[in-house]
């Protein structure tokens, strides 16, 4: 369908009755609704005219996270991705799309590439795979991430499951992250937090402070 500043936007409704939408425009997933209500934030001066990345969702980071020798957080962001296919399993959606290296890539990264970024709608659940393949005849190295946007309040919200975990404090200076250890059962945000969590484990709840846990 069409989307903000006239984008293809792909909506995907479940059979339980979630819902998702993702613009081709960055493969960017820029609602989840479990319940009607949207769990996914997109910031208020976000623009859809191709210019930037859009400001929110669930926006790609590749071939680089944060800053380096490209523009901050990679191109992926900043193409048009395309549908490679669609299925139905069981009443859930399942889309794959794909993204190729291209000029706008190769005066950046100059490597030959493939990206497949398939999203799977539940009842209950939304879950993302990226999967990257070389298709050059040299090797390359890369960074990823999925960098999303929660809907929260930032005065109730709190994250479970960090406890434990060996931390790099980077707000009192970012270039000499303190090193030390999560003691909390629940980090809540009482102010500016810059935190990086080594040996996370692959599930944490954040309670948005809105109702519901994700």
């Known amino acids: 369908t069409e989307g903000e500043g006239s984008l293809p936007k792909v909506v995907l409704t479940s059979a339980g009755g979630s819902e998702a939408e993702l613009y081709l425009f960055g493969g960017c997933v820029t609602s989840w609704k479990a319940s009607n209500k949207d769990l996914l934030f997109v910031r208020p001066d ?4 191709k210019k930037k990345p859009i400001s929110g969702g669930v926006p790609h980071c590749f071939p680089q996270f944060g800053p380096g020798p490209m523009q901050q957080h990679g191109f992926a962001r900043n193409m048009d991705w395309s549908i490679l296919d669609s299925e139905n399993v069981e009443g859930n959606p399942v889309i794959t799309l794909e993204l190729k290296d291209g000029p706008y890539s190769r ?32 090797p390359f190295s890369f960074s990823s991430a999925l960098h ?9 919200a ?19 992250p303190m090193e030390g250890k999560e003691e909390r059962d629940r980090v809540t945000f009482p102010g500016f937090v810059d935190c990086i969590y080594l040996d996370a484990p692959s ?12």
């Open 158 to 176: 709190s994250v479970k499951g960090l406890k434990g975990c060996k931390t790099l404090n980077k707000d009192p200076d970012p270039k000499n």
């Open 46 to 49: 976000a623009v859809f005219n």
């Open 203 to 214: 599930v944490v709840h954040l309670d948005n402070g809105l109702g519901d846990t994700i």
């Open 107 to 138: 005066a950046m990264w100059d490597f030959s590439f493939r990206a497949l970024f398939k999203v799977i709608l539940n009842t209950k659940s939304i879950s993302t795979e990226l999967t990257i393949t070389n298709t050059d005849n040299k």
């Open 148 to 156: 999303t946007y929660f809907r929260a309040s930032v005065t109730g």
